[in-house]
């Protein structure tokens, strides 16, 4: 997505409350106006920052059907009618309300904003934020009078933190409904609830998102599962680690199969892998695919995380690469001390 020429062209704001709590819903009777330089300077780039880092792509969904999703129909009123955005942002401010019954869900400050001249693939498009500001900071600011300094205590938020929760619509793909975007500065029940009882989207499962979460996964399993279930070397974590990172990298499509047999090998590791995956998909409550097209894009991104560091005490960092064969692990039979043997070539 390309905001360089967006506009944010309507924003309101309303305050909702935890019902349990019997904290008010305040609903805005009018939008806001903000100064056009603020606007484009602060907070333009504070609203659609975490929208344009965001990599994994959404949809409304619905059991029964779509349009029974109270915040999709909202969505799709105001981008058939523009005019009664107000209305609509009022209609999606009661929505949040009346699903916000936990008593650790926090009120906050509902942002509704409407944006104009979004290019994506090419095509201008509309779209539609939703954000919820809940966290507040502390500020002190200073006047000069003269010779006199006074201080103020103020509350707001800070431009420089993450949003604590957002929802960004694309205004395209509606009969599957919408691309949408997130950024959350946290993650937790309030999350879900977020997610699953307001929002009800789903990961809409493209190529990008099937790789990502292929890697994710692949990743977790190999630092957390396979250590706890088999007696293994941080080298042979290390070792599987590149392995997993090589098939995405080498391969166009991917065959789940093809990863079990040629990345892990031995049927005691699948069965745990494959454990580990179901137990992870029926979380995301999706359907693990059997193949899809490998994104290099995502591969290239999440590489920078499956780096293989063996650390030492506080004296060395080994950087595992390749083969498993060249380092070897043993005590010193005088002193005790644990050490690695690592066999080479050429000194770089």
Not at 209 to 233: A, C, H
Request: net charge negative; aromatic share 12%.
């Amino acid at each position: 997505m390309n905001f360089s020429e967006s506009k944010i062209s309507q924003l309101v704001l309303h305050t909702v409350g935890n019902t349990t709590k019997e904290e008010p819903l305040i609903l805005a009777e009018k939008g806001l106006f903000i100064d056009p330089s603020l606007m484009d300077n602060r907070l333009r780039p504070f609203l659609l920052q975490s929208i344009c880092q965001s990599k994994e792509v959404y949809s409304f969904f619905h059991e029964t059907d779509l349009r029974f999703n109270e915040v999709f129909q909202f969505t799709a009123n105001i981008f058939n009618d523009p005019q009664g955005f107000l209305k609509h942002s009022q209609d999606i401010a009661k929505q949040l309300y009346s699903v916000q019954t936990d008593p650790k869900i926090k009120k906050g400050h509902l942002m509704v904003f409407y944006v104009e001249g979004i290019i994506e693939e090419g095509n201008e498009l509309s779209g539609l934020g939703i954000f919820k500001l809940e966290d507040n900071a502390n500020f002190l600011t200073f006047e000069e009078n003269g010779q006199l300094v006074t201080l103020e205590f103020l509350n707001g938020v800070n431009l420089n933190d993450k949003i604590d929760k957002s929802c960004f619509i694309l205004n395209t793909e509606m009969e599957t409904g919408f691309k949408i975007f997130l950024s959350d500065a946290r993650h937790g029940s309030d999350t879900k609830f977020w997610i699953k009882e307001f929002l009800q989207i789903g990961v809409n499962s493209t190529d990008f998102s099937l790789t990502n979460k292929f890697l994710g996964l692949t990743k977790d399993f190999i630092q957390d599962e396979f250590p706890k279930e088999f007696n293994v070397e941080r080298p042979d974590q290390a070792d599987l680690l590149n392995r997993s990172l090589d098939f995405f990298k080498n391969n166009e499509e991917f065959q789940k199969t093809d990863f079990e047999n040629e990345v892990l090998g031995d049927e005691d590791l699948i069965d745990s892998f494959q454990r580990h995956a179901n137990q992870h998909f029926e979380e995301e409550e999706m359907e693990i695919p059997d193949s899809f097209q490998i994104s290099a894009n995502a591969v290239k991104s999440k590489a920078r995380v499956f780096k293989s560091v063996l650390k030492l005490d506080k004296n060395f960092h080994v950087y595992i690469h390749g083969n498993r064969e060249l380092i070897e692990k043993g005590v010193d039979e005088q002193t005790g001390r644990k050490f690695y043997k690592i066999y080479f070539d050429e000194e770089r």
